[in-house]
């Protein structure tokens, strides 16, 4: 009696496809993170470099007619971009580069609307590179309800008026685009912090929480007072 051979199951196509988008889904994000940074880059500069290259281009079509590839120029705006940023990083280490920041910060101070936006967003980016004083920075706060959780950095404790309790402000970047977000006023007894830096929040906010710890608190530690309180000995 020949011994009975096994039908081969065709693959299930639901699983074929969650296999795929798990697989294509962190290529993706990387994608749309890059590319976004890349343009926000070469946008910058492109203004300046498009009709630069449009000019060098028709001076000479034959020899400097690849100029005009969307392409080249889109990479040559980014690299002046990335040029620029540096040469700002070292001459903000010198003397001269750190008198010219002064003369440019005097300058938009006198410029109602851009002074406060530029202030702002100097005393923002301050208060991310140093340490707190007694109140950890990354946090996690309930947002948008009490049973989720965002990551967010304190900026500054306050004190309610009457009670004198204190309260944190807390800004709460989206993904991945942490340059925009909502700025929370929360109960400092309600905030549940961290050990993580600054970097790895940022880390784990731009890869849509794939690049994170093994573990990480959830339970503020009012409530996690309050559970120990009610547990029986």
Do not use: C
């Given at each position: 009696m020949?011994?009975?051979i096994a039908?081969?199951r065709?693959p299930?196509l639901?699983?074929?496809?969650l296999?795929g988008l798990l697989t294509?889904?962190p ?6 993170v890059?590319?976004f ?21 028709t001076t ?5 007619g690849?100029?005009?590839?969307q392409?080249v120029?889109t990479?040559?705006?980014?690299a ?5 940023i ?10 001269v580069?750190?008198t010219v ?38 946090v ?7 049973q ?14 009457g009670?004198?309790?204190?309260l ?9 685009n ?21 970097d ?9 929480g794939?690049?994170s ?8 530690p009012?409530a996690?007072?309050?559970t120990?309180t009610?547990?029986?000995a």
């Amino acid at each position: 009696m020949s011994p009975t051979i096994a039908p081969m199951r065709s693959p299930n196509l639901q699983r074929l496809f969650l296999t795929g988008l798990l697989t294509l889904l962190p290529i993706w994000l990387t994608w749309v993170v890059v590319k976004f940074v890349f343009v926000l880059l070469s946008d910058t500069s492109r203004p300046l470099i498009g009709p630069l290259l449009n000019n060098l281009a028709t001076t000479s079509p034959q020899a400097l007619g690849w100029l005009n590839d969307q392409w080249v120029q889109t990479a040559i705006a980014l690299a002046a971009t990335l040029g620029v940023i540096l040469l700002s990083g070292a001459m903000a280490r010198r003397v001269v580069g750190q008198t010219v920041l002064r003369w440019f910060e005097s300058l938009i101070k006198r410029i109602p609307l851009a002074s406060t936006i530029y202030g702002s967003a100097r005393q923002l980016l301050d208060i991310l590179q140093t340490k707190p004083d007694g109140t950890q920075r990354v946090v996690l706060v309930d947002f948008p309800h009490n049973q989720m959780k965002s990551i967010g950095f304190v900026t500054k404790v306050m004190r309610e008026e009457g009670t004198g309790r204190e309260l944190a402000a807390v800004y709460v970047p989206t993904t991945p685009n942490p340059t925009s977000g909502y700025l929370e006023i929360v109960p400092v007894e309600l905030i549940t912090p961290t050990d993580w830096t600054v970097d790895q929040a940022m880390s784990f906010i731009i890869s849509g929480g794939a690049v994170s710890p093994a573990t990480i608190p959830f339970s503020a530690p009012a409530a996690n007072a309050a559970t120990d309180t009610d547990t029986p000995a």
